[in-house]
């Protein structure tokens, strides 16, 4: 139960987050124009902010969700894809939740940025799953 408690958490987070109208709110209007002005590769710093966070609050996710369901069992690829898929739902399920808040709205360009954060987290988690597994070898091996 305490493995689940992170990623319930950082759901509701999440739904929390995505429930503000304005989710700008904290920052000055120059802040703000200041983020659209700016470029950097072509792109606003606005939307290069937006999008890395996507990318950031689904790796967390993604990271938290597979943690918990490998708890008592071994990360294989299937539970890579399971992780991945309802990861990827719950974007999708954020968006249309956002068509309901003042402001808001679908964006599929979210979702995708939604999949590549889920795919990073995963991707962190398998590295770390492996490294971890790599200790006891390396310890049995110098006795």
Same mark, same amino acid.
């Not at 708890?71 to 954020?94: P, Q």
């Given at each position: 139960?305490?493995?689940?408690?992170?990623?319930?958490?950082?759901? %509701? #987070?999440? $739904?929390?987050?995505?429930?503000?109208?304005?989710?700008? !709110?904290? +920052?000055?209007?120059?802040?703000?124009? =200041?983020?659209?002005?700016?470029?950097?590769?072509?792109?606003?710093?606005?939307?290069?902010?937006?999008?890395?966070?996507?990318?950031?609050?689904?790796?967390?996710? %993604? #990271?938290? $969700?597979?943690?918990?369901?490998?708890?008592?069992?071994? !990360?294989? +690829?299937?539970?890579?894809?399971?992780? =991945?898929?309802?990861?990827?739902?719950?974007?999708?399920?954020?968006?249309?939740?956002?068509?309901?808040?003042?402001?808001?709205?679908?964006?599929?360009?979210?979702?995708?940025?939604?999949?590549?954060?889920?795919?990073?987290?995963?991707?962190?988690?398998? +590295?770390?799953?492996?490294?971890?597994?790599?200790?006891?070898?390396?310890?049995?091996?110098?006795?």
């Amino acid at each position: 139960m305490i493995y689940n408690l992170p990623h319930i958490l950082w759901s %509701a #987070f999440i $739904f929390i987050a995505s429930s503000i109208s304005d989710p700008l !709110f904290f +920052l000055s209007q120059e802040a703000v124009h =200041f983020l659209k002005r700016t470029r950097f590769f072509g792109q606003s710093l606005l939307n290069l902010t937006w999008a890395m966070s996507h990318v950031f609050v689904y790796a967390v996710l %993604a #990271f938290l $969700f597979v943690r918990a369901l490998a708890y008592h069992r071994h !990360f294989t +690829l299937r539970l890579f894809w399971i992780t =991945f898929a309802v990861t990827l739902l719950y974007g999708v399920s954020d968006e249309i939740h956002q068509v309901f808040v003042p402001g808001r709205g679908f964006q599929l360009y979210d979702i995708l940025m939604d999949g590549v954060g889920a795919l990073l987290g995963l991707g962190i988690y398998a +590295l770390h799953n492996f490294k971890r597994a790599q200790k006891p070898r390396e310890q049995a091996l110098m006795l």
